[in-house]
């Protein structure tokens, strides 16, 4: 029991927070989040426990306190990402600071795709195909298309001229779908398909995105994020290219959040 606490303790601080989130309880979900982070930071320096699953499931409780408590800078809730998933994607990079066992990877996949760029070969063995690219964007809009259906929400961009839409696309891929993989799939997936296999490393991984989208308070919604979730948690798993799933989870949103509810 006394191995599963890494597992068992977070998981269950963020589920709470959440649910306190789906019904708007805004000072709840922050107190817990706030909790879990603080377990997260003195367990492994009080105790023997190891920093590992501790400090992925810390950037989950990063980035809903950092959604609900960053300041209002503009009137169009686009421009908010950058300044809330900016901040998360750095707490992310000083995870993966001390991280050899995935650092040294990247750094291997980095030389063979920049030999294989300098030899004008294929890119093999870095984690990305060339088809990659259209396949996440079609897979990113059929999901889209099922999410407005599921959530009916409206469009994050007043008109859709060029300036709005690359202004979209930026902030939906660079930002909120690179941040989300690299929390969730990146790292706590990784670290928990190492800890409990990697079908319960998935599953977990996809109930916690889950939890993290209890905002709109739906529960058809939530079912489907679980969806989406295990695509992506698969995707990766299978193809190991962080890449892919920022095309398709990119995608997804920037299909939500512009073209679709204007036409359809």
Known sequence: MREKVPLIV??????VAESFFFFKQTETTLAIHGLNLLVCVLVPVLTSYRPYLFQAFSLVSILRILNIGMPVF??????WFPFIYGAAILAAFFVLRKAPEVILPLRMRFARFLGSFMRKRKLTGTGW???YLPLGIVVGLALAMVEYWVLRTGSLIPVLDIPNLLALAAVMFCFVGFGEELIFRFILQTRLQKTIGTWGGIVLASLVFTA????YSSVPYLFFVMFVGSILGYSFHRTGSLGFVTIVHGSINFFLFSFIPFLI
Not at 74 to 79: E, H, I, R
Not at 212 to 215: A, L, N, Q, V
């Open 74 to 79: 503009f009137t169009l809730t686009l421009y």
């Open 129 to 131: 195909r060339y088809t």
């Open 212 to 215: 993290m989208h209890s905002g």
């Open 10 to 15: 977070p998981t269950l601080l963020i589920i």
